[in-house]
Nanobody
């Protein structure tokens, strides 16, 4: 069993930055891939970025070069640094974990086993 808790959401202007944090507890999270997903109003949930247990990272094309996922294993925390934010990045961001590979979790048909409650990000122009 894995528990995830997101923090760091908020409101920011276009071009600004935010860092989201996902605190992972329960089972040793190094057995899992952990990822960030988002759901905008009226849209389906989409994968954003994942980090595998071996540290490999994967990103959806729309955030490459702007977002960076990282982890601090000593703190059991996964981060999502978001730079050059755009209005279309506005969404509720969720942290999720699964034993599957991170790249697979980004597929639209995938569904991670464990989810946090989400944190809202609003980007205004």
């Amino acid at each position: 069993q894995v528990h995830l808790a997101e923090s760091g959401g908020g409101s920011v202007q276009v071009g600004g930055s935010l860092r989201l944090s996902c605190a992972v507890s329960g089972d040793s999270y190094t057995k899992y891939s952990v990822g960030w997903f988002r759901q905008a109003a009226g849209k389906s949930r989409e994968g954003v970025a994942t980090v595998d247990s071996d540290g490999s990272t994967s990103y959806v094309d729309s955030v490459k070069g702007r977002f960076t996922i990282s982890q601090n294993t000593a703190k059991n925390t996964v981060y999502l640094q978001m730079n050059s934010l755009k209005p279309e990045d506005s969404a509720i961001y969720y942290c999720a974990a699964d034993r599957a590979a991170g790249w697979w979790l980004l597929q639209p048909s995938a569904n991670a086993a464990y989810w946090g409650r989400g944190t809202r990000v609003t980007v205004s122009s």
